[in-house]
């Protein structure tokens, strides 16, 4: 079998979505899987069963971590040299149209997966009005696929309501060698200056529409609250890190970390807080109750689904800084109940296998390839939702 995955950025550790993909083309290339992989990332050194093409790009008005990758004419014609059985689309844009053509013209099935809710950013940019345009051109895209994968039910549910069509799940592994709480660190926490200090952690992107705002109005309600002694820690970059570092003078902020200094930064904290509200899953939230310590996340997106699965942390009122708050104190107040759902996210964690996950979307591959699914009736046949 042989793969064509267009992922746009295909960077490891840049965000939840590329280690995914990163994971999936691991677990094809373990089953001897060819795999094409077309990026507007630098081109790394090909390992076995994995070839890359880079792709053009240029930069994403208002989306500074992405760029708009550029379909030109030899895209088709490396298509034709690599001689994929499958195509999967990870990114609904300009060159996902022309993979989709491409798919039609020589007939071999296309999946998509949905990772960013890109609709929902517009709203920390005042650009409501534009919603409806971009989800009715992700709804026809979309619904040219044989599948789209959703990594949680609330996503799936959030595509069915914009006229999506054939959605399966596809979730999301942990690794619990990388992520596991025997990396917790009274050196780290020394270097918070966090002994004696109950630590909360968020480790992300920097950007607006992660709901720093609402992050930042929780560590101002905790500064002047005198029955919590916090230490706020913040582990990523991005274009807010500037303000955020004005706003919270006295959080720890750590850069982008990766490898055993992510690890670490996880297993030291005391506990998880996740203010987002356009996750169609919230991969850290699943890397922190691996770590051992609970999250604390918004009623909107996929966070909340993790949560209530795994019983392994509590869920607030999204925006609302003072019931964040609120379930932060319950949490640490409680022991009993804090060391309860510590376990449940360490056991959680452990129940999702990257192998099990990745093996499950690998066999839809292979049915796929053996039905003869033609793209073509559905090119035609499939309209935008209505609204």
Same mark, same amino acid.
């Given at each position: ?5 267009y ?7 840049? #965000? ?25 990332s630098?081109?790394e @050194? ?10 053009? !790009? ?10 708009? !990758? ?9 298509? &034709?040299?690599?001689?994929? &059985?499958?195509?999967?689309?990870a ?19 296309v999946?998509?997966? *949905?990772?960013? @809710? ?27 696929m044989?599948?789209? *994968? ?10 069915? #309501? @914009? ?8 979730s ?6 990388? $992520? ?9 926490r ?9 630590? =909360? ?19 101002r ?31 720890? $902020? ?28 919230? @991969? ?5 109750l ?62 999702? !296998? ?7 979307? =690998? #066999? ?20 935008p939702?209505?609204?």
């Open positions: 079998m042989r793969v064509a995955l992922s746009g950025v295909f960077k490891e550790d840049h #965000d939840g979505a590329t280690n995914t993909l990163f994971r999936l083309v691991e677990s094809l290339r373990n089953q001897g899987v060819e795999v094409g992989i077309w990026t507007y630098s081109v @050194n090909a390992r076995d069963h994995q070839f890359q093409f880079q792709l053009p !790009s240029v930069p994403l008005p208002l989306f500074p971590d992405y760029r708009l !990758s550029l379909p030109l004419k030899k895209l088709w014609t490396q298509l &034709d040299e690599f001689r994929p &059985d499958l195509i999967h689309i990114v609904p844009d300009l060159t996902a149209i022309s993979l989709v053509k491409y798919s039609q013209q020589r007939d071999i099935p999946v998509a997966s *949905y990772h960013t @809710n890109f609709p929902s950013y517009l709203d920390f940019f005042h650009l409501q009005l534009l919603k409806k345009t971009m989800w009715r051109s992700m709804t026809w895209l979309f619904n040219q044989a599948y789209v *994968y959703a990594p949680t039910g609330e996503a799936a549910a959030e595509l069915r #309501d @914009n006229g999506v069509e054939r959605i399966r799940i596809w999301r592994g942990i690794d619990t060698e990388r $992520f596991n709480p025997r990396f917790r660190s009274i050196d780290i020394k270097s918070w200056n966090a002994l004696g200090k109950k630590v =909360i952690l968020y480790a992300g992107r920097l950007v607006p529409y992660k709901n720093l705002d609402t992050f930042v109005e929780i560590y309600q905790a500064e002047t609250s005198p029955d919590l002694n916090l230490r706020f820690v913040v582990a990523g970059e991005g274009p807010m890190r500037s303000k955020l570092e004005a706003v919270m003078p006295d959080a720890v $902020f750590t850069g982008f970390l990766k490898g055993e200094n992510l690890s670490k930064a996880y297993a030291s904290a005391d506990l998880f807080l996740f203010p987002s509200t356009t996750e169609t899953i919230g @991969n850290v939230v699943q890397e922190a691996a770590s051992g310590i609970p999250a604390v996340v918004s009623d909107q997106g996929g966070g909340m689904e993790i949560v209530r699965c795994s019983n392994a942390g509590l869920i607030a009122r999204g925006d609302n800084a003072t019931d964040f708050l609120k379930k932060v104190r319950q949490l640490l107040a409680d022991s009993t109940l804090y060391n309860r759902m510590r376990e449940n996210g360490v056991v959680f964690a452990a129940s999702k !296998s990257w192998d099990r996950i990745n093996g499950a979307l =690998i #066999d839809d591959y292979h049915s796929l390839i053996g039905s003869g699914f033609s793209p073509t009736a559905h090119w035609s046949a499939v309209r939702a209505e609204g």
